[in-house]
Structures are given as structure tokens and as C-alpha cells.
């Protein structure tokens, strides 16, 4: 089972609203992603967590705020985003970062749409 | 140094067809290179692999070619169906990137009945 679970499928928020999107796996994977994807453009990296801990922050902006609470689960905080950051959020996990157990897999993602 | 070209960033097939779409690097670190397929509103599907061992990879109607030397790696579907149109995703990563893939710019394959 490569199943990556994410919630919302869909999120429209207000500039000043807080919200969480939330990843989940079973598959027993200690690294996790989350990436963003714009229409018609590959996705781009945004955090990677390797054992709990952050590994990777792609110089995201600070209304971002990722959070694994374990192995499982992965949520990104969203607190007043812009318009353009309206995009399909998705979540990767792999066996391990690198060292040739790294295939990811996507989540179905999270559409959100910022007004 | 680090960008994957991949080309052409659209593809249409007639059904029964091969669809064939390159991927370019520069990086020669780079150890990993998979493909991945997705559909409209859906996450990217891990489609196929390949790590610079071997030449070529088959699984089923995909098979991926890889040339180290020229530092190029495609994708090759054979008797391509309506149901393979999505856009494909070629990536690339290396064992002390920490995880990160850097992809290509996707191609849109329509296979037309």
C-alpha cells in the first residue's frame, strides 16, 4: 500500500483566516514533504522532515509553518496567506531521506484557494 | 547545474502509438531518475525509476533509456492508449540533496483514439 492521505481536498480561506491542511501515512516512512504546485508547473519543494525533524525549509515564507507531531502525520499552517499563494498543495513521503530508499510518494493534494 | 531539461513540453500520440519524452541534466551527482505521471487534479504518481547502474528499465508498457555519458534519460510508452494522456514529469536527485528532486517542466501527452 503506497497511500498517502491528505485533508482538505479543497480550501478556500480569507487573507486574515488560520487554517491547517494535514497528511497522513501508514506505510511505516520516516520523511516526509511538502511541496506546492502552481497550474501547468512542476511541483516545487517547499519543507522536508526526516525523522520528526525539519531537514529542509526552501526559504518559505513564514505564513507557512510546517509540524510533524510523528512518524504519521504532517500538517502545514497556513496564517494569512496572499493570493497568490493559492495553489494545489501536495504531500510526499519516502522510506528515509536518500541513500536509495528515497522513491516518494504523492498525496491527491489539497486545492486552495486564497481570497 | 542543477536543472532537468525536459522536452517536448507537448506530446500527441494516435492510440497504439509510442510516446517518447527526454530529459536532459547537467549534475552528474545526480543518482536518481524518476518518472512521474499525473492527472488533472490528482497528486503525481511514481510511474517508473532508474539509478545509473543500469541502461534501461521496463515495467509493462514504460521503459526508460538511460545514457550516462550523454546525460540524458527518456521515456519511452509503447502502444500508448487514451487512458496514458496526462502530463509526465521527469526528475532528478542526488544522495546528500536530502530528498529534494528537481524536476523537469512536465510534457502534456494527449493520445487521440
Known amino acids: 500500500d503506497t497511500e498517502v492521505t491528505q485533508t482538505p481536498k479543497h480550501l478556500v480561506m480569507g487573507m486574515t483566516n488560520k487554517k491547517s491542511l494535514k497528511c497522513e501515512q501508514h506505510m511505516g516512512h520516516r520523511a516526509m514533504y511538502w511541496y506546492k504546485q502552481k497550474a501547468k508547473k512542476p511541483p516545487e519543494l517547499m519543507f522536508v522532515y526526516s525523522y520528526e525533524k525539519l531537514s529542509i525549509n526552501e526559504s518559505v515564507p513564514s505564513r507557512f509553518s510546517p509540524e510533524c507531531p510523528n512518524s504519521s502525520l504532517l500538517n502545514l499552517h497556513l496564517h494569512a496567506l496572499q493570493p497568490e499563494d493559492s495553489a494545489l498543495y501536495l504531500c510526499a513521503s519516502s522510506q528515509v531521506v536518500g541513500g536509495g530508499l528515497d522513491e516518494q510518494y504523492f498525496g491527491p493534494g489539497t486545492r486552495l484557494t486564497v481570497t | 547545474q542543477q536543472q532537468v531539461k525536459q522536452s517536448p513540453q507537448s506530446l500527441i500520440v494516435q492510440k497504439g502509438g509510442i510516446s517518447i519524452i527526454n530529459c536532459a541534466y547537467e549534475?552528474?551527482?545526480?543518482?536518481?531518475f524518476p518518472w512521474y505521471q499525473q492527472f488533472p487534479g490528482k497528486g503525481p504518481a511514481l510511474l517508473i525509476a532508474i539509478r545509473p547502474d543500469v541502461s534501461e528499465k521496463k515495467e509493462g508498457r514504460f521503459t526508460i533509456s538511460f545514457n550516462k555519458s550523454a546525460k540524458q534519460f527518456s521515456l519511452h510508452i509503447m502502444d500508448s492508449q487514451p487512458g496514458d494522456s496526462a502530463t509526465y514529469f521527469c526528475a532528478a536527485s542526488f544522495y546528500n540533496q536530502g530528498g529534494k528532486l528537481i524536476f523537469g517542466q512536465g510534457t502534456e501527452l494527449s493520445v487521440k483514439p
Open positions: 549534475n552528474t551527482a545526480f543518482d536518481y
